[in-house]
Every structure is written in structure tokens, then in C-alpha cells.
């Protein structure tokens, strides 16, 4: 169908001018320019406010996107012509801010190593080793914490807060102050003891100001105020925020003039011990006061293991490792390898994720399995409901048959209720001790429907059935109506059986009509995410599949999301970002085939 | 042409009225046994909710006689929970659907139009990567997508993470992708005619669109904005990962709270709270019934 009158914008001979006005839109309206002018000028008032934003921050990349953004929009919507544009817009800027960055992002993820323990740049993972890499020193004194200021008030970001170490055994009082000092406050030992020892109840400023609490049970008192010092009350205490208690437990505290490495830190605000460090970073760079993490960010450096004096060096996985060295061919960092440190950077592994997907002996099998599932579970899902909806529609394609509306009104019911609901009521329903269905369906069997793996994928595809049957039986019903009835008759004259016409006629017709909307189907089971991770999670978990957790009746989709958001054995986003392509690979090409095979797509010319 | 064949049938209809009752049964008799059934099948599940939102007791798993007593408290304990602001869930989903669903409708009806009405470079392969975008799994950019609203949401915290107004803007990325070719189905049912006769008399495109195009196609439109309705106070994933105060969840998010948890699991809110998510969106349904096939088959079924 090519209409000979639609020019495109280059051809301007004269002969054709009033025909191209036509089809630009005709002449505009006064109230139309001034419409869409009004509408722009809202548009670039907001856009030019959130760019002086920008601009305000530094945020170059945004300001000079946004910029773009704008100039686009106003050349496209104050020019004559171009009518396609005027209307793809608004959908191809969301489509491109939302989806194809997001599409493009996984795209780049996929080559990385992005993940829990891959989740920042070097300098980062460097800061947060400092922080992670010492542990308590074998028989420290566990000191009790309390928390003081000068006023007893907790300021904005918490940066007043002190502490009052009490060694509940010597009788030690420490004051902790903000600025990272400690100081013993030393004449009070003998005055803390004796309080401990005749455990007074009464709480009385001793002879060195310090206030005791002495109901902490036999033998033991704290120091919670000290000469200059207030306790912060509980009401103030509410304003501890979780940034403000993780600075808080953050603070390192020079625990001896001998030994500079050792310092004490009280990480849950209640008990403070002694720490060593187990590593120490050498960089060749000064220490700048302003800016302690800079050094962090010294190519050159390294860690030392304070135990042996080897060091840790940068390696290619973005891990920490002796000698820099990688061991294996995917090597990971587990729990207890004393070769690498566990913090790690986001590095490119090129196509290492690929490597394991296809590679992986630990994953093939659950991987197979989940794979045959997932279009298993696709295809009977369409099948099984399709058939489902035809013979319903079937069934009442009886013109004598009354109350064919009350029937379809009700029928549709599990259709027009919310999705996700449907599948925590299910779950209910499935339980395999309490549910309806065991108990009162099946008169009290115990049938494990959601906790074994046979019975489960059956729920699942009963269950999805319920949910899908309404839908092929309205679009079934439909097409069947489309069907001219002249074809019928005439089969019916020409003396073929119900059965005949069905075969031969009517399914032909349907599966030309309905074709597309079985593919959509087929490709939105393929991904039913909904449907399993709320029915069954992906459950039971097969516990032979170590470490991916792969579970019985898992899908493609829900086994990736384990990979990238389960919090069991840490994230790995690089590793799903793979995954997600390649099933967006699979699902797409799917489609286009069996669209292409169908002929769904010829009108599109 | 309905009416013809009504009335042709009116005298048989009345001829047939004489049946044996066991004739009666092998036409159309069982045909009513199995619809019953399948009646049944399809709202026991829905009953059960129904009568596990009215009986009265906090039982941790509900009750499995159905509809044993009747009372309301459920409903009055839903609305009464400060920790748990329903009715907050209740306006959030509302608001974040009907803003979604009449945005993303009238977005793809835009770009519809051009598909359908305009010719111009790059029309196919425009309308054919809108179907290969759809099909990647939104659900797999989340991690996109929380960087994204965390860095906004440095900037500009009303369109950050946590917020209604950025979970609505993600769901509007996916509008074109979602309903750009069913709509194209529709449009193309309407005759290419009734638009060139309205051009030659003078209308200009926006007037062919909006009052010609998007009028006759507007139950079609209807259908279109409940269905996309449905599927975005359905959503989970994406709603769970952007919301995260009690106050700021949607039905979707908050009600999974209520059973969630082994060991305060509480059906008989749960099912309370169902119950009322639910009526709107059933009530709309059977209103626009009539429409929904025409709705569904997206132009496909010319009849």
C-alpha cells in the first residue's frame, strides 16, 4: 500500500506543495501554536532550572546530555514539518532514558566482574580493607562502652559523641574523646573497685566526679559521666542515627604508645576490645592530613601481611592476592583463603562470564535442567491454557444456551484479579499442612505441593493455568466470532461433521488470527518472574547445586535474579548481566523467527 | 446484521422451547454442568479470600470452612496500623497507576499514530526494535536502574530512590516498548478514508488524532489504560527495589508484608487487604467487558 501522495520532506516541487501541506498537518491553528508554545516554554523553564542544577554541582556528562536534550526537543516542536518526530518524541526520549540505558548498561556489565565484592573502584576497596583487615588481639581487655558529650546532647552528624570505656574487672575508666584521644582518668581505679566490690545500688559521684552505674548485676559498675563529660539520656540517644552509630563504630583509638598498630575500636557502641591489624598498606605517597584516603589511591602500593611480610598486589580479577597472582581459571575469593583479600574492584573480565555460563562444570547441570524447565514450562503453560480456552469457548458457542453472559462474567474473575495476589493466595491455599486444598479438597492429605519438586511444578502449571485460562478463553471467543459464518454454513451444506468443521476450518482460522498473541505468550511465560518467585520462590532448592542454589521449579529469570540478588553467596551482577542477554538473545530471536514464520509482521511495510 | 439473525431465530428458538428433557440435556443441558464447574474452579480461590477477610479471629493461617462467621474487624484493624499505613499503600498505588496508565497509553497512542499514519524513513525498523526492546527483561536492568535513582536522588530527591515520582517515571521508559503495537493494530482498523476526507476539509493532524483516531478507538483505549493498570500495581520486583519506607509502598510491596514473615503471619489481613485492592480493578473489568476482547485481540481479529 503505497500511498503516492506521501512525499517525503525533499521533494518540494511546486506541483506538490499543497499536496505535502496536507500531509504535514495542514496550516495550524492559532490556538494550536499557541498551545504547543505555552507547553514548551513550561517544558524549558523546568529543564533550564534542573540544568542551573547541574551546572551548580559540575555534573558536566548531565548538564551537556540534558542540554542536548533540550535543543532537541525545541528544534523538533518549533520547526514546520517533520510530523513523525513531533509524535515519536515524548515515547523515544523516555524509551531511550529508561530502557536503552538500562539495556546498554547490562550490555557493559556483562563484561565486568560488578558484584558485592566488586562493587567500587580500587581506592575504595583499599579504604574499606583498612577497615576490615584486623582482628581482636588474643586476651584485650573487653571494655563496657557508654556514650558522653560535653552537653549530654547529640549534635546533627554526631561528630560530639565520646565514650567512657569502663574495664569492668580492673576497674580502668577511659574517656574516649571526639577527637580520637584517649585519656585514663587514673585516681578513680581504687573508688571504681570499691564500688564494684560492695556493689552499692546508690549511684554517688566519687571522689575523681565520676558517675557510677551499679545495676548492671553483682560485681560489676560502669562509668557513665566524667568531670566535663555528660551522659547522653535515652531520649538523646534516639538521634544516634545508623550513619552516625557506624562513625561512630568506625573510630580507631591508639591503644599503645608501643606499639602504634594496635588501637581499640568498639564496633557494636556496647563492648570495646584491642585490634591488630593483619594487613598494613605501603604507599610511597605522603600522607596528606586533608585528604588521609588519598594514599589509598596509590597504583604503586600494596598490602603487607603483617604475620609473614608478604604482600598482597593488585590483580587482574580486582582482588588483592600474594604476588598478584591468580590461582585456577576462575578464581574466586572464598571464605578463608588467606592467599587474596575479599574485598575487591569492579575490573573488565572480557568474556569471562560467558566462559562460565558455557563453561562451568558446577553450573551445567542445574543450569540444563533449569533451561529444559523454563520451556517446559512456557509451553505447556500456552498449550495447556489455550486448549483450556478454546473448549470453553467452544462450549459456549451454543446460541440456545442462556446465561452466557453470568458465565463469562464469573469466568473471568481469576483474569481481572491482580496477579500478585493470585499468587500468595495460591501459596495459601497450597500449604502443604494448612492449605484449603490438602485439607479440605482432598480431605486431609498431605500432599507436599509447594516442598517436593514433582508436585511443585504440577502447582505451579495448575496454578498458572487458573490464571491464563480466562484470557485464551476471551481472545479464543473472539476469534471464533470473526470466523464468517458463511463458511460454516456452507461445510455444514456440503455435509461435514462438527468435528470436521473444527479440524479443518475453524482451527486453521484461529491459529492465523491468534498466532501472535501465542507467541507473546509463550514469550511472557518464558519470563513469568511473578508467577514463581511469589508461588514457590524457584523452590524446592536443589541442595546438590552448591553455591547457585538452583531450585526445582526455577526458571531462566529467577535463577538469574538468585545470581544477581540473593544475598547467600554474594552478588554477582556481572555474571547475571551475561545471562540477561543471552536470554534476551533467546526470547527475541524466538519471537522474530516464529513472527517471520507466522507472517505476523507483513503488514509492517 | 445481529438484528437479522435474531429475529430469523426467534421462531426456531420457540420450536426447540419443546425439547425432551433428556434431548435438552444432550444439547445444552451439559453444557451448563461443565460451565458450573469451571464456575467453580475459577472462584473458589477468590471466595476463599473472601471469607478468610471476614472471619473475625487474628488466626495465623485463616480458616478452611468457608464464610464460619462474618465480621468486619479485619478491615477496621487494616486501616488502624500505624506501622503498617494501608491506606498510605492504597493512595500510592492509585496514584502511581492511573498517572502510569493514562501517561503511557496516550504515549504509545502518539507514537501509534505515526506508525500507522505517517511514512517516513526508518518506520519498519523503528516499529520492529520497539518489538525486540520490549522483550528484554526489564527486571534484569534493576541494578541499572537503583544506580540511576541513587545518583538522581543525590540531586533531585523527589525523583530519587523512594519516591512515587521515580518509580512512575521508570514504568513510563517501558510505555512505548508495551503498547506502541497493539495500539498500531487498532489504528490501522480505522479507515485510512475518514482522515484523508477530514484533511481535505481543512483539519489539521492534531484534529485528526484527537478527534477522530483517538474517538473511535477510545473503549479500545479504555481496555488498554486498565490492562496497563493491572500489570503496574501487579509489579514486585521493581516497586520493592525503589520503595523502601512503609510509608512510600505500594499495595504490591506493603501487602506481602503481612505474610511475609513465619512468625507473624496474619492471613486474615492479608486477605482483608486483597479484597480491597482487588474491587476496583474487578469492578473496572466487568464494566469494560464488552470491550476487552476487542481490547485484547489488538486489531488482530478484523470482524
Known amino acids: 500500500m503505497t500511498n503516492p501522495l506521501a512525499g517525503g520532506p525533499d521533494r518540494s516541487n511546486v506541483k506538490r506543495k499543497t499536496v505535502k501541506n496536507l500531509y504535514d498537518g495542514g496550516t495550524p491553528s492559532l490556538r494550536g501554536t499557541l498551545f504547543k508554545i505555552t507547553l514548551l516554554a513550561i517544558l524549558d523553564a523546568v529543564t533550564i532550572f534542573v540544568l542551573f542544577i547541574l551546572f551548580m554541582q559540575h555534573l558536566w556528562v548531565a548538564f551537556a546530555v540534558g542540554l542536548f536534550a533540550m535543543l532537541v526537543v525545541n528544534y523538533l516542536y518549533l520547526r514546520r514539518g517533520g510530523l513523525p518526530a513531533k509524535y515519536l518524541a515524548p515515547g523515544v526520549i523516555l524509551l531511550i532514558a529508561f530502557q536503552i540505558y538500562v539495556l546498554l548498561f547490562s550490555a557493559y556489565t556483562a563484561f565486568t566482574n560488578y558484584g558485592s565484592s566488586h562493587n567500587g573502584s580500587e581506592q575504595l576497596a583499599v579504604t574499606a580493607l583498612n577497615e576490615a583487615g584486623s582482628q581482636p588481639v588474643d586476651g584485650s581487655v573487653q571494655y563496657d562502652v557508654h556514650l558522653v558529650s560535653a552537653t549530654g546532647t547529640v549534635n546533627a552528624d554526631g561528630s560530639n559523641i565520646g565514650f567512657l570505656f569502663t574495664d569492668p574487672v580492673g576497674g580502668k575508666v577511659l574517656l574516649a574523646d571526639p577527637n580520637l584521644k584517649l585519656t585514663e582518668i587514673p585516681a578513680c581505679s581504687t573508688a571504681v573497685q570499691q564500688v564494684i566490690k560492695t556493689n552499692a545500688t546508690t549511684v554517688t559521684p566519687d571522689q575523681c566526679g565520676l558517675k557510677m552505674l551499679t545495676d548492671l548485676g553483682p560485681n560489676l559498675a560502669d562509668a557513665i559521666s566524667a568531670p566535663g563529660w555528660k551522659a547522653i539520656s535515652i531520649a538523646e540517644s534516639n538521634k544516634v542515627s545508623t550513619d552516625i552509630s557506624n562513625k561512630l563504630a568506625g573510630r580507631h583509638y591508639p591503644a599503645s604508645s608501643s606499639d602504634q598498630s594496635l588501637f581499640l575500636q568498639t564496633q557494636d557502641l556496647t563492648t570495646a576490645i584491642t585490634y591488630q591489624p593483619q594487613i598494613i598498606w605501603v604507599s610511597s605517597m605522603k600522607a596528606d592530613p586533608n585528604d588521609p584516603q588519598a594514599i589509598y589511591a596509590d597504583p604503586k602500593g600494596y598490602f603487607l601481611r603483617v604475620a609473614d611480610g608478604k604482600k598482597y598486589l593488585p590483580a587482574q580479577d580486582g582482588y588483592f592476592r600474594i604476588d598478584g597472582k591468580i590461582p585456577g581459571k576462575f578464581g574466586a575469593c572464598g571464605e578463608g583463603d588467606a592467599d587474596c583479600l575479599n574485598i575487591g574492584w569492579e575490573v573488565q573480565v572480557g568474556m569471562r562470564n560467558f566462559a562460565t555460563i558455557f563453561g562451568d562444570q558446577q553450573l551445567r547441570a542445574p543450569l540444563l535442567k533449569i533451561i529444559s524447565w523454563t520451556f517446559l514450562f512456557a509451553a505447556s503453560t500456552v498449550f495447556t491454557t489455550f486448549v483450556a480456552g478454546l473448549a470453553i469457548a467452544l462450549l459456549f458457542n451454543d446460541e440456545r444456551m442462556k446465561g452466557k453472559k453470568i458465565y463469562r462474567s464469573l469466568m473471568i474473575l481469576p483474569y481481572a484479579f491482580p496477579a500478585f495476589l493470585s499468587a500468595y493466595v495460591w501459596r495459601g491455599l497450597l500449604n502443604k499442612d494448612e492449605g484449603f486444598i490438602n485439607q479440605v479438597i482432598l480431605h486431609g492429605a498431605h500432599i507436599p505441593w509447594l516442598t517436593e519438586e514433582t508436585p511443585a511444578r504440577f502447582a505451579v502449571l495448575l496454578v498458572n493455568l487458573w490464571l491464563g485460562f480466562p484470557y485464551m478463553f476471551l481472545i479464543t471467543t473472539g476469534a471464533l466470532q470473526a470466523i464468517p459464518a458463511e463458511l460454516v454454513e456452507s461445510a455444514t451444506i456440503d455435509g461435514a461433521t462438527p468435528w470436521q468443521i473444527l479440524r479443518q476450518i475453524k482451527l486453521p482460522l484461529l491459529f492465523v488470527s491468534l498466532a501472535p498473541l501465542l507467541i507473546s505468550s509463550f514469550a511472557f511465560n518464558f519470563n513469568n518472574f511473578t508467577l514463581i518467585y511469589l508461588l514457590t520462590g524457584g523452590g524446592p532448592i536443589d541442595s546438590t547445586t552448591s553455591g547457585y542454589d538452583a531450585g526445582g521449579t526455577d526458571i531462566l529469570i529467577t535463577f538469574v535474579y538468585k545470581i544477581a540478588f540473593s544475598t547467600g553467596h554474594g552478588r554477582d551482577y556481572g555474571l547475571a548481566s551475561a545471562f540477561s542477554i543471552l536470554i534476551f538473545i533467546l526470547v527475541a530471536t524466538f519471537s522474530l523467527v516464529s513472527f517471520r514464520r507466522t507472517r505476523t509482521l507483513e503488514d509492517v511495510n | ?303
Open chain 2, 1 to 303: 446484521m445481529a438484528n437479522a439473525t435474531a429475529v430469523i431465530e426467534q421462531p426456531l428458538k420457540m420450536k426447540k422451547k419443546r425439547r425432551t428433557p433428556l434431548k435438552w440435556f444432550l444439547t445444552t443441558g451439559w453444557r451448563h454442568l461443565v460451565g458450573l464447574a469451571l464456575i467453580l474452579y475459577a472462584i473458589f480461590p477468590i471466595l476463599y479470600i473472601l471469607s478468610t477477610s471476614l472471619f473475625p479471629n487474628n488466626s495465623i493461617e485463616g480458616t478452611n470452612t468457608l464464610f464460619a462467621a462474618i465480621s468486619f474487624q479485619n478491615y477496621i484493624n487494616l486501616f488502624s496500623d500505624p506501622a503498617r499505613p494501608f491506606g498510605l499503600w492504597y493512595m500510592n498505588t492509585v496514584i502511581i497507576g492511573l498517572v502510569t496508565s493514562v501517561l503511557s497509553v496516550f504515549i504509545s497512542a502518539l507514537a501509534a499514530y505515526a506508525f500507522s499514519r505517517l511514512r517516513f524513513r526508518g518506520r519498519r525498523g523503528g516499529l520492529l526494535s520497539l518489538i525486540l526492546i520490549q522483550m528484554f527483561p526489564s527486571l534484569l536492568g534493576l541494578v541499572a536502574i537503583f544506580g540511576m535513582l541513587t545518583e538522581i536522588g543525590k540531586i533531585f530527591p523527589a525523583f530519587g530512590l523512594d519516591s512515587v515520582l521515580g518509580l512512575i517515571m521508570i514504568y513510563l521508559g517501558g510505555s512505548l516498548g508495551g503498547g506502541t503495537y497493539l495500539m498500531y493494530g487498532f489504528f490501522n482498523t480505522v479507515p485510512k478514508e475518514l482522515d484523508e476526507a477530514a484533511k481535505l476539509d481543512g483539519a489539521t493532524h492534531t484534529q485528526i488524532f484527537y478527534g477522530i483516531i483517538m474517538r473511535l478507538v477510545s473503549p479500545v483505549l479504555a481496555v488498554q489504560m486498565l490492562l496497563s493498570y493491572i500489570g503496574i500495581t501487579s509489579d514486585y520486583v521493581l516497586a520493592s527495589v525503589v520503595l523502601s519506607k512503609p510509608e512510600s509502598l505500594t499495595l504490591a510491596v506493603g501487602l506481602q508484608q503481612f505474610i511475609s514473615d513465619p512468625y507473624s503471619k496474619d492471613w486474615s489481613m492479608f486477605t482483608a487487604g486483597a479484597v480491597l485492592a482487588a474491587i476496583p480493578v474487578v469492578t473496572l473489568f466487568m464494566f469494560l467487558q464488552r470491550y476487552i476482547v476487542s481490547g485484547l485481540l489488538g486489531g488482530a481479529v478484523k470482524g
